[in-house]
């Protein structure tokens, strides 16, 4: 008997140390910080903003970057760091809400089809097949034609669409997972197939749905930002980094910051979206 | 031994496969009993259809391929039983552990929410209940420190360990038949005859039957009461481990039995049955094993002998079944 004990105590691993090891990345600590930053101006960009977004100022009228402006003013006078920082309220709103819902309806379905397969599964691989020979852009703007342009209709197109990748991706893992012995003992111990769906493949299953996440929200900022452009999103005066660069688009070689700024913004905050997905896939890796 | 009904009868089990329109016969006309408390081998090769078998008892190849024939438990047909009935059986009356205790475990859950689990679905107990008897189980099964290994996770149990928490999930709810599906390969050599050992007692103890699936028949020979030797997805030879192992009739279980190192010197080439087994899509139309048979007739080559009773509980399949004399390789 000893010397068992003494072989698993030698094979329990210290546990903390995947949280310490990506904590030490610094590509993971810039990803969270910067998520941070920008969730904060997200929550209350009042605090931050140093003008209202929507004040207008005929006597200011697109002045270049100066202490009183840092980021200018655009053709009505209004302060764009201030409407860049209030952006922010609607583009991180972007990176949940047309993300949440693709995610959860593409688990259930993804876990669904994976376990059962059968015609269930070969009409999904059908509809897949379809939906991923379009660009996601074209298709996305097709649904918002149909819906009309808006927020809400332009949450539902991306949900629509987007939830065919995640479900793709967990009918992959689950598959994969259902090779190991555990499934099939879940089976032979006679648990109902929820029970095994939901409790014990789809934890197991569900990593790199969460690292596609992190990835999926720097995509949803972005084509958020491409409808607003393109005056398929947020509407104006609503401030939106797409519709931020839309409107300095006319400007574009005397008032250049007008675009610039709130390129940035979607730069930044799309690169710590995937800075974060890449630690927490190193974090998440599954343990021996 | 047993003399009263079996716990398991199985008839005319056939499972098949397909794969891009090939069909695989990967079980064929198995037929076999256990009775209470019976401990029964089941030997072949990898591939021989030795693991399919058990999977097809508990329902779980249907998903995947084409059983027929009868598999009766305690008298009840359940072989077309409907999942919903089938999961009352399941874990509650018969139990299953697998080979790879690496993988048996669900990574993300504790040990202890992995044993009630067992518990929750198939007995009233209570949450504190549940959680004695988890503890109860480990500590037989001979984890030390039981109760603080509860919330521990699988990582951190070594395979040896593993494996016993699997038999403890496996048992939790007193099943009354163990499928042991080569429940020691995976382990180190010293922590195998533990777990043999710990599983026969157990057996013992609680009057369970027990398949074991194995391809060693050193382990049959230790542990087993009686033998079914698998080839090809069909029994070439059964009967009681004694028989069989003094007597074999098939050449192909003294290609097995010869297998098995025994009292040689150092050094000398270990002996192992000439030729691979054949591909389930291309089965030879004759015996299957006649390829690689020192005993091979023209007859072997153009049909299939059938299982043949040669005396009580004893059969086997061969036209030119090894001659007694050769029992003394036993």
């Known amino acids: 008997m000893t010397d068992i004990t003494a072989i698993s105590a030698e094979a329990t691993p210290p546990q903390k140390t995947k949280l310490q090891l990506a904590l030490r990345k610094p590509g993971f600590l810039i990803g969270t910080f910067i998520i941070g930053v920008s969730s904060l101006l997200a929550l209350m960009p009042g605090v931050f903003a140093p003008l209202d977004p929507n004040f207008i100022d005929y006597n200011a009228v697109k002045q270049p970057p100066s202490w009183a402006h840092p980021f200018g003013t655009d053709m009505l006078g209004r302060d764009s760091l201030s409407r860049v920082i209030h952006a922010y309220s609607v583009n991180m709103q972007m990176a949940i809400l047309a993300t949440i819902f693709a995610l959860i309806i593409g688990v259930v379905v993804g876990a669904l089809v994976g376990f059962y397969r059968g015609i269930a599964d070969m009409i999904f691989g059908r509809l897949v097949d379809a939906i991923i020979t379009f660009p996601f852009l074209v298709l996305v703007i097709a649904v918002v034609a149909v819906l009309g342009p808006g927020l809400v209709n332009m949450y539902i197109a991306i949900t629509l669409v987007g939830w065919v990748y995640y479900a793709r991706l967990m009918r992959a893992e689950v598959i994969a997972q259902m090779g190991n012995d555990y499934a099939s003992a879940g089976v032979v111990m006679g648990y109902s197939d929820s029970r095994i769906i939901f409790r014990h493949l789809l934890p197991n299953a569900i990593t790199p749905v969460i690292v596609y996440w992190m990835t999926d929200m720097a995509l949803a900022i972005l084509l958020g930002s491409s409808l607003g452009y393109l005056g398929l999103g947020a509407q104006p005066p609503q401030a939106e980094w797409g519709v931020l660069i839309a409107e300095g688009r006319n400007f574009i070689t005397t008032a250049w910051w007008l675009s610039l700024m709130p390129g940035i913004a979607i730069v930044l905050t799309g690169l710590g979206f995937s800075l974060v997905g890449d630690g927490l896939a190193d974090l998440l890796r599954p343990r021996g | ?330």
């Open chain 2, 1 to 330: 031994m047993t003399n009263d009904m079996p716990i398991l009868e199985v008839r005319d089990l056939c499972t098949t496969f397909s794969r891009g329109g090939v069909a695989l016969p990967a079980v064929r006309d198995v037929s076999f009993n256990v009775g209470k408390g019976e401990v029964l081998g089941l030997v072949g090769e990898s591939g021989s259809g030795k693991s399919v078998t058990l999977r097809s008892i508990l329902g779980l190849s249907r998903r995947y391929g084409d059983v027929t024939g009868d598999v009766r438990w305690m008298g009840q047909d359940i072989s077309r039983m409907p999942e919903r009935k089938l999961r009352q059986i399941r874990g509650r009356d018969i139990a299953m552990i697998f080979q790879e205790p690496m993988t048996s475990l669900n990574p993300l859950l504790t040990v202890g929410m992995q044993l009630t689990e067992t518990l929750k679905a198939h007995t009233d107990l209570g949450r504190a209940a549940r959680r004695d008897r988890a503890i109860e189980m480990l500590d037989h099964v001979g984890i030390p420190s039981a109760a603080s290994r509860l919330e521990e996770y699988p990582h951190q149990f070594s395979g040896g360990m593993r494996q016993r928490v699997m038999i403890a999930i496996a048992l939790a709810a007193n099943p009354k038949l163990l499928l042991a599906d080569e429940p020691t390969t995976a382990l180190d050599v010293t922590i195998q005859a533990q777990i043999l050992d710990l599983i026969l007692s157990l057996a013992d103890e609680l009057h369970m039957g027990v398949i074991l699936v194995t391809h060693d028949l050193g382990v049959v020979a230790q542990t087993c009461e009686n033998v079914a030797v698998m080839y090809a997805g069909r029994i070439v030879e059964q009967g009681s481990v004694r028989q069989v192992l003094r007597t074999p009739r098939h050449p192909y279980t003294v290609g097995l039995m010869r297998s098995v190192p025994q009292d040689v010197p150092p050094r000398t080439q270990l002996y192992s049955v000439p030729g691979t087994p054949p591909s389930l899509e291309a089965l030879p139309a004759g015996c299957a094993f006649a390829p690689r048979c020192q005993n091979q007739t023209e007859a072997c080559l153009s049909a299939r002998p059938t299982l043949e009773t040669i005396s009580e509980g004893r059969a086997a399949a061969c036209f030119n079944p090894m001659a007694i004399a050769q029992g003394e390789v036993a």
